[in-house]
């Protein structure tokens, strides 16, 4: 069967002494796994379609298992994205995160504009950090574990102060907290930011200014969340924590 999708490289590997395997995040069809024969020769036509964080058109025969490409067309190399270190640390992030995460045969439609919005932020110079952030929170949504962050998890209480227990997934309110010994207080201003950031499409980001010390916050409660509710362990995030140290 011919397939013809929008996609997004989020893996691409080399298959025998030519070619390259890469697994696209699609619009209509999840993810799907394409062999592009010829991809590693230097003058290869399809070269530049196997390239980490490319978004574009793919055309390829599918009967069951690996497709075979037979055309592309690139929207969007994000090239910046493989030069520069930082922002493909990020970018590899996004990717790895999505293909640990997303099950081949579920649709990846939500989650596709948001890692494309996700890609484009970054290669727009937006905040890395917060950029990555708001895309956790889309997987975790799109992964069903989603936190809940207006009311105590508990009792479903509306309390305007809460702790955070990234365990149970999400706020606690001071009466709970009490026996509740995985809440812990988190600043007011990271925690605003993670409701804000439950309920935001990333297409609609802005610019946005964060201290380095909510940011620091930020960074600490998401890692909690992301490995207690999906506890998936990642390379790319390996690679972004000896980043970090470099930059101190």
Do not use: W
Not at 107 to 117: T, V
Not at 137 to 164: K, N, Q, W
């Amino acid at each position: 069967m011919l397939y013809r999708v929008e996609g997004i490289v989020i893996r691409s590997m080399d298959y025998g002494e030519a070619n390259k395997i890469i697994t696209l995040l699609t619009a209509t069809n999840g993810k799907a796994g394409v062999l592009i024969r010829g991809a590693k020769k230097v003058r290869s036509k399809h070269a530049s379609l196997a390239q980490p964080f490319t978004y574009g058109e793919f055309t390829f025969f599918r009967n069951s298992g690996l497709g075979t490409l037979n055309h592309g067309e690139i929207y969007e190399s994000h090239h910046k994205l493989r030069e520069q270190l930082d922002l493909a640390a990020y970018a590899s992030y996004a990717a790895e995160l999505t293909d640990r995460a997303l099950q081949d045969d579920e649709s990846g439609s939500f989650l596709f504009e948001q890692l494309k919005a996700c890609l484009a932020g970054l290669s727009e110079g937006k905040d890395a950090q917060i950029i990555s952030h708001l895309y956790e929170m889309r997987v975790l949504e799109a992964s069903g574990y989603a936190p809940e962050l207006d009311v105590c998890i508990h009792c479903g209480g509306e309390e305007g102060t809460f702790r955070f227990n990234p365990i149970a997934g999400g706020a606690v309110c001071r009466r709970c907290a009490a026996s509740d010994a995985h809440a812990y207080q988190l600043g007011d201003g990271a925690f605003k930011l993670l409701r804000l950031f439950r309920r935001m499409d990333l297409r609609r980001l802005g610019e946005i200014q964060v201290r380095p010390e909510t940011k620091r916050e930020l960074k600490e409660a998401m890692r909690k969340l992301m490995d207690a509710q999906l506890g998936i362990p990642l390379k790319s995030r390996a690679f972004l924590d000896q980043l970090d140290k470099y930059s101190l």
